[in-house]
């Protein structure tokens, strides 16, 4: 580890955390229909969405909320099936790419709706442009659009005052999508593709170049619209690359500042909305609390992936090669082992999924944490959206449980946590460990799920408790080496980001209806305060356990016991 | 209206919007802002034909250009199929591929200064990597030195003019070209030797 790497960390974290208060303001703002900037310039858009939409805007209840987002789920993922199946009648499709194949399409259609943005295909030898672009980028906005709302609306449930009826209203769905996408997701995506492509970001609609490179050969270069897609896919944490090496391509991240901008706006939104949920609840020490809790677990894991890629490759012990700048199998000389390490922490923390390196290639334990991430649930700042209402989902399992150790009935912001809640948060913590776990161990007696592996031993594990990790948690990143587009694994995955996506946001919108008729009382002696370092580490302690100990006997067999085999020089 | 009109109406919308108006548009004002970066960043050679593209890495082998680092695009340096080995810390794939381009890299710089860097043996994540550390560069020095007849101080000069710093003095990490350093040879020493 270097100095250098270091600053780099902690300058990253800098720049989240000094832009949190100003988005976080100008993001409520938005959602709650005050006045703001882009009002003006921009409110012709909105009002046009809302008139060629049919939507009136009247307050809803939790079940036609959700109702409106699943028939809109349902009807986008239709839509982009068709766009990938129908490319070769299609427009924008200048090197003639056939239809896609039906299984590769549906995991790819499940994929970006529920914003996991796997790629089980090759980018460049499988999309036209206009799949990338109307298919693919299209679910870039609405499924981060949707992830706003949707945090938005469990925020209003638990700062709503209640009239003390048994469901209350959390908010129109339709409004909520169109705000996030009118005044934020749109205008910053178009500033910073283009400050992509004066970094030397591509983004045309050429046929691929061949060229006769320097010693004679011949190579033909992918072209493509890539800035617009990849401002979008970092910001709504997406993370579907338009090519099959994703970020690490340098034509969808050509260099240090690019690189970093990429990793900025991940977190930006979801660094944001903690401050605006403390906004909400006029309890700005409500949102830093929770800021804070993901800080110290960002923090945590971005140190060992560090510690562990900048210790080098076993493998090479030996050999007379040297080492000094880390494990660089898989990563790329201008982001080195720092940034590597930290892009890969960043986008699990979050449920982006790009990457910049391949995790595949991670040492054990470098390896370890981006999986423990996307398993603690995406709570560290997380998704768009799902960050919050994941992080408040655990903050309700906080509160009961400290409720249980001193017998008392727990509150959140005044409001009781009584029986229907706490079932809720429950069946939104379960269905997680159950999709991964049970689909993993089916993979890994099935030939059919472990003929896909790219690696032996417990390595082979890893890959396979990846991938349903991530599709679960609507990550999408991989170890890549995985050879996904299988009819088992496209079913397979496909069926478990639908499940890990809309299992678990059904009863977040139903805790939010839930709370949101409840009458706050003010805080008496007894209350737990949940604006303090105290509640900080409860929260902590709760997300970890909550995750590391379902997951932890997966884990000791993959890249625990990796560890071990690869510091005695074992190789398989 | 009921939930499912609207949500038929709002997937249009918002597919015309974001799906189509939005790259389209980012599309137009790049090619008018940028043309150079949104057209891929390519290079010319001496005769002013294009050679490859700046940000993608190309094969070398001859030992009068400097060689990049291996790669898992397609057969190597495919830049229509990127993609990193993928291979995990307890491969035996990966230590063989390893083993052999170290048994290459000694074969072939008999006069290389020191142990191998650790770059010049391992597959970048996009295959397409078009950089080296500059220790990978300097590593290579006497190698083209000898096969273009030069002196070793005069081709490391070309390499340490090449070596691109972090951004702002801290972001990201020191880089050498290859194709820019390898066109700077040809310009250098000229483009064929009287052997070809």
């Given at each position: 580890?270097?100095?250098n790497?270091?600053?780099q960390?902690?300058f990253?974290?800098?720049?989240?955390?000094l832009c949190?208060?100003?988005l976080?303001?100008f993001?409520?703002?938005v959602m709650?229909?005050?006045?703001?900037f882009?009002?003006?310039p921009?409110?012709?858009l909105?009002r046009?969405?809302?008139r060629l939409?049919?939507?009136?805007?009247e307050e809803?209840?939790?079940?036609?909320y959700?109702?409106?987002?699943l028939?809109?789920?349902?009807?986008?993922l239709l839509?982009?099936?068709?766009i990938?199946?129908?490319?070769h009648v299609?427009?924008?499709?200048?090197q003639?790419?056939?239809?896609?194949e039906?299984?590769?399409?549906f995991?790819?259609?499940?994929?970006f709706?529920?914003n996991?943005?796997?790629?089980?295909?090759?980018?460049?030898?499988?999309?036209?442009?206009?799949?990338?672009?109307a298919?693919?980028a299209?679910?870039n906005?609405i499924?981060?659009?949707?992830?706003?709302?949707?945090?938005t609306?469990?925020?209003?449930?638990l700062?709503?005052k209640g009239?003390?009826?048994?469901w209350g209203?959390?908010?129109n769905?339709w409004v909520?999508l169109?705000r996030?996408t009118?005044?934020?997701?749109l205008?910053?995506?178009l500033?910073i593709?283009l400050?992509?492509?004066?970094?030397?970001m591509?983004q045309?609609?050429a046929p691929?170049?061949?060229?006769a490179?320097?010693?004679g050969g011949?190579?033909?270069?992918?072209m493509g619209?890539v800035?617009?897609?990849e401002?979008?896919?970092?910001l709504?944490t997406?993370g579907?690359g338009?090519?099959?090496a994703?970020?690490?391509?340098?034509?969808?991240n050509p260099?240090?500042?690019t690189?970093?901008l990429?990793?900025?706006l991940?977190f930006?939104i979801?660094?944001?909305l903690?401050c605006?949920f403390?906004?909400?609840a006029k309890?700005?020490k409500q949102g830093?609390?929770?800021f804070g809790a993901m800080?110290?677990l960002?923090l945590v894991?971005?140190?060992?992936?560090?510690?562990?890629?900048?210790?080098?490759n076993p493998?090479?012990?030996?050999?007379?090669?040297?080492?000094?700048?880390?494990?660089?199998?898989?990563k790329e000389?201008?982001f080195?082992?720092?940034?590597?390490?930290?892009?890969a922490?960043v986008?699990t923390?979050a449920s982006c999924?790009?990457v910049?390196?391949?995790h595949?290639s991670?040492t054990?334990?470098?390896?370890?944490?981006?999986?423990?991430?996307i398993?603690l649930?995406?709570?560290v700042?997380?998704g768009?959206g799902?960050?919050?209402y994941?992080?408040?989902?655990?903050a309700?399992l906080s509160?009961?449980?400290?409720g249980l150790?001193?017998?008392?009935?727990?509150?959140?912001?005044?409001k009781?946590?009584?029986?229907?809640?706490?079932k809720?948060?429950m069946l939104?913590?379960l269905v997680?460990p159950?999709?991964i776990?049970?689909f993993t161990?089916?993979?890994s007696?099935a030939?059919?799920g472990?003929s896909?592996?790219?690696?032996?031993?417990?390595?082979?594990?890893s890959?396979i408790?990846?991938?349903?990790?991530s599709a679960t948690?609507n990550n999408?990143?991989?170890?890549?080496g995985?050879s996904?587009?299988t009819?088992?694994?496209n079913?397979?995955?496909?069926?478990?980001m639908?499940?890990g996506r809309f299992?678990?946001i059904?009863?977040v919108?139903a805790?939010a209806?839930?709370?949101?008729?409840?009458?706050?009382?003010?805080p008496?002696l007894?209350?737990?305060?949940?604006?303090?370092?105290?509640f900080?580490?409860?929260?902590?302690?709760?997300?970890v356990i909550?995750?590391a100990l379902?997951?932890?006997?997966?884990?000791?067999?993959?890249?625990?016991?990796e560890?071990?085999l690869?510091?005695?020089g074992?190789v398989? | 209206m009921s939930?499912?009109?609207?949500a038929l109406r709002m997937?249009?919308?918002?597919?015309?919007?974001?799906?189509l108006?939005?790259?389209l548009a980012?599309?137009?004002?790049?090619?008018v802002?940028?043309?150079?970066?949104?057209?891929g960043s390519?290079?010319?050679?001496?005769?002013g034909?294009?050679?490859?593209s700046e940000?993608?890495?190309?094969?070398f082998a001859?030992?009068?250009?400097?060689q990049?680092?291996p790669?898992?695009?397609?057969?190597g340096y495919?830049a229509s199929?990127?993609?990193?080995?993928?291979?995990?810390p307890?491969?035996?794939?990966l230590r063989d591929r390893?083993v052999a381009?170290?048994?290459r890299?000694r074969?072939?710089?008999?006069q290389?200064?020191?142990?191998i860097?650790?770059?010049?043996?391992?597959a970048?994540a996009?295959?397409?990597?078009?950089?080296l550390s500059?220790a990978?560069a300097?590593?290579?020095?006497?190698?083209?030195?000898?096969?273009?007849?030069?002196?070793?101080?005069?081709v490391r000069g070309l390499v340490?003019?090449?070596i691109?710093?972090?951004?702002?003095g801290f972001?990201?990490e020191p880089t050498v070209n290859v194709?820019?350093?390898n066109?700077?040879l040809d310009r250098?020493?000229?483009?064929?030797?009287?052997?070809?």
């Amino acid at each position: 580890m270097t100095a250098n790497g270091w600053i780099q960390i902690l300058f990253f974290f800098g720049a989240i955390a000094l832009c949190a208060k100003p988005l976080g303001v100008f993001l409520h703002r938005v959602m709650e229909g005050e006045r703001h900037f882009l009002a003006g310039p921009l409110g012709w858009l909105e009002r046009l969405v809302y008139r060629l939409g049919g939507v009136s805007g009247e307050e809803q209840s939790w079940r036609a909320y959700a109702g409106g987002m699943l028939a809109f789920s349902a009807f986008t993922l239709l839509v982009t099936y068709l766009i990938q199946r129908l490319q070769h009648v299609l427009p924008f499709n200048p090197q003639g790419l056939g239809a896609v194949e039906a299984g590769s399409a549906f995991n790819t259609a499940a994929s970006f709706t529920t914003n996991t943005n796997w790629q089980g295909y090759v980018g460049e030898a499988t999309m036209s442009y206009l799949s990338q672009m109307a298919g693919l980028a299209w679910h870039n906005f609405i499924s981060a659009a949707a992830g706003i709302a949707i945090a938005t609306a469990l925020a209003r449930g638990l700062t709503r005052k209640g009239d003390g009826s048994r469901w209350g209203t959390i908010g129109n769905f339709w409004v909520d999508l169109t705000r996030a996408t009118v005044y934020v997701l749109l205008p910053l995506c178009l500033v910073i593709a283009l400050l992509f492509v004066s970094q030397g970001m591509i983004q045309n609609l050429a046929p691929y170049q061949e060229v006769a490179t320097l010693e004679g050969g011949k190579q033909v270069i992918a072209m493509g619209p890539v800035a617009s897609q990849e401002a979008i896919k970092q910001l709504g944490t997406n993370g579907g690359g338009f090519f099959n090496a994703n970020a690490a391509h340098p034509f969808e991240n050509p260099n240090a500042l690019t690189n970093f901008l990429s990793m900025f706006l991940i977190f930006l939104i979801p660094g944001a909305l903690t401050c605006t949920f403390g906004r909400m609840a006029k309890d700005p020490k409500q949102g830093w609390a929770l800021f804070g809790a993901m800080s110290l677990l960002f923090l945590v894991g971005a140190g060992v992936t560090y510690w562990a890629e900048a210790d080098g490759n076993p493998i090479l012990a030996g050999l007379p090669v040297s080492q000094p700048i880390g494990n660089m199998e898989g990563k790329e000389s201008r982001f080195g082992v720092a940034n590597s390490a930290l892009y890969a922490t960043v986008t699990t923390d979050a449920s982006c999924g790009a990457v910049n390196s391949m995790h595949d290639s991670f040492t054990p334990l470098g390896g370890l944490v981006p999986l423990f991430n996307i398993q603690l649930g995406e709570v560290v700042f997380g998704g768009v959206g799902a960050g919050l209402y994941g992080i408040l989902v655990m903050a309700i399992l906080s509160v009961f449980i400290a409720g249980l150790m001193v017998g008392r009935t727990p509150e959140y912001l005044g409001k009781k946590i009584e029986t229907r809640e706490v079932k809720l948060a429950m069946l939104y913590a379960l269905v997680f460990p159950l999709v991964i776990l049970a689909f993993t161990a089916w993979a890994s007696v099935a030939p059919y799920g472990l003929s896909s592996r790219n690696n032996e031993g417990p390595h082979g594990l890893s890959e396979i408790l990846y991938a349903f990790t991530s599709a679960t948690g609507n990550n999408g990143s991989a170890f890549a080496g995985i050879s996904a587009n299988t009819p088992f694994y496209n079913t397979a995955l496909g069926l478990a980001m639908l499940m890990g996506r809309f299992w678990m946001i059904v009863p977040v919108l139903a805790i939010a209806g839930a709370l949101s008729g409840k009458k706050a009382a003010p805080p008496g002696l007894g209350t737990l305060p949940t604006g303090g370092p105290l509640f900080v580490v409860l929260l902590i302690g709760v997300t970890v356990i909550v995750g590391a100990l379902t997951f932890f006997p997966a884990l000791a067999l993959g890249p625990i016991v990796e560890h071990f085999l690869a510091q005695a020089g074992k190789v398989l | 209206m009921s939930e499912i009109k609207i949500a038929l109406r709002m997937t249009i919308v918002t597919l015309v919007l974001t799906g189509l108006v939005y790259p389209l548009a980012t599309t137009a004002l790049a090619q008018v802002m940028f043309p150079r970066g949104a057209g891929g960043s390519l290079v010319h050679g001496g005769d002013g034909r294009v050679v490859g593209s700046e940000l993608i890495g190309q094969p070398f082998a001859s030992p009068r250009y400097f060689q990049p680092r291996p790669s898992a695009a397609g057969s190597g340096y495919d830049a229509s199929a990127s993609s990193g080995s993928n291979l995990g810390p307890t491969s035996k794939k990966l230590r063989d591929r390893i083993v052999a381009d170290v048994e290459r890299l000694r074969k072939e710089n008999p006069q290389a200064a020191g142990p191998i860097p650790s770059d010049l043996v391992t597959a970048s994540a996009s295959g397409l990597d078009p950089h080296l550390s500059p220790a990978a560069a300097l590593w290579q020095v006497p190698r083209v030195a000898a096969a273009r007849g030069a002196s070793a101080d005069e081709v490391r000069g070309l390499v340490e003019s090449r070596i691109e710093p972090r951004f702002l003095g801290f972001l990201g990490e020191p880089t050498v070209n290859v194709l820019l350093l390898n066109l700077d040879l040809d310009r250098r020493f000229g483009r064929r030797m009287a052997a070809d």
